[in-house]
């Protein structure tokens, strides 16, 4: 099915009938000004929801890896259309009617949600929205280059209130408990109260709170960024990206115990407010840095089990028949 010009030519604009948009022919000023009026007004009409977001990325500290998620996307996209071949001729019909009809119906669901006072719901809207623009002007090929890259948008989100409630008490649960159990491990008199850790130190009995700014979602929103932009930036075998992905949870608990415990040693070594809040400052900084050191660990050891087979070259292929030849002959 195609989208076709009163003159017989291509979908929106020049080309030979039935033929799909693409990006060679953007030289096009009609294809260009097309392609710009969707852009634009999808911009528009999703400003105000890009300006909630920017409010939550600025105001909540569990999101703030959402400023860097459009342009990790556009690196996705950058690296994969430039890494893969993609030919004339080897696409599916259009996809221009399927990809309009999907986007009034994307659209409706945002209406919905709109008048229904679903604020998340609405703004999710965007990601499907723009999958159905990419598949109206790019194509089944366009579409299946860059898909992970439309997928990864998902970390624009913020979790939905309810899902952030019911992660966030678990994971204090096991940040206060893990932190408790490393600190009586490692020698500091410690005894859990709920969320807070009751420390003996030098200037007497100091207060470690365990709040949910302390629960490690934000370091398991930001790790789980982290991984996922890697197994779609970096070549790896399909089970190695399952098993990073799967790790993005332990090690990011781990690092978030790692830091409570440097915090509650910070506690113990030094003395005064001052000391504490440098103590806590400095853990928190570290936390990353531990985490990725962790997932280099992790990768080496995953490397070290499994040896992985170098990819056949031409070469390799041509020698193997040249031996068939010989032994044949």
């Excluded at 260009?32 to 400003?47: K, P, R």
């Excluded at 009617?97 to 919905?112: D, I, M, N």
């Excluded at 966030?168 to 850790?197: D, E, K, M, Y």
């Excluded at 490690?216 to 991984?227: C, D, E, N, S, Y």
Aim: proline share 5%.
């Amino acid at each position: 099915m195609s989208l076709m010009a009163s003159d017989g030519k291509g979908p929106l604009g020049h080309g030979s009938p039935g033929e799909p948009w693409s990006l060679a022919r953007l030289g096009d000023k009609r294809q260009l000004g097309f392609l710009v009026a969707a852009v634009a007004a999808f911009a528009f009409a999703y400003a105000p929801n890009f300006r909630e977001l920017f409010s939550v990325w600025s105001s909540d500290p569990n999101y703030q890896h959402g400023f860097l998620v459009i342009p990790i996307a556009l690196m996705i996209v950058w690296n994969r259309v430039s890494g893969e071949s993609i030919r004339q001729g080897d696409d599916k019909p259009s996809m221009v009617w399927p990809s309009a009809a999907l986007l009034a119906v994307v659209l409706l669901t945002r209406a919905v949600a709109y008048e229904r006072g679903s604020q998340w719901t609405e703004t999710a809207t965007m990601i499907p929205a723009l999958a159905c623009l990419v598949g109206v002007f790019g194509g089944w090929r366009l579409l299946r280059t860059t898909w992970p890259a439309l997928a990864f948008l998902i970390f624009l989100l913020p979790l939905p209130r309810g899902i952030n409630s019911s992660i966030t008490l678990p994971l204090q649960r096991i940040a206060a408990t893990g932190s408790c159990f490393l600190l009586q491990l490692t020698g500091l008199w410690a005894i859990q109260q709920g969320n807070v850790i009751v420390l003996d130190t030098t200037a007497g009995t100091s207060r470690l709170d365990v709040e949910q700014a302390c629960s490690g979602l934000k370091m398991l929103m930001t790790l789980a960024a982290t991984i996922t932009a890697t197994i779609l930036l970096i070549p790896m075998p399909g089970w190695k990206r399952v098993v990073l992905l799967a790790s993005a949870v332990p090690i990011a608990l781990a690092s978030n115990i790692i830091r409570i415990v440097s915090t509650g040693w910070g506690y113990y070594l030094l003395t005064g407010e001052a000391g504490q809040h440098a103590a806590h400052d400095w853990a928190g900084y570290l936390m990353m840095p531990v985490a990725l050191v962790m997932v280099g660990l992790e990768l080496w050891i995953l490397s070290w089990l499994i040896e992985e087979e170098a990819p056949e070259t031409e070469a390799d292929r041509a020698a193997v028949l040249s031996r068939i030849a010989g032994r044949t002959s």
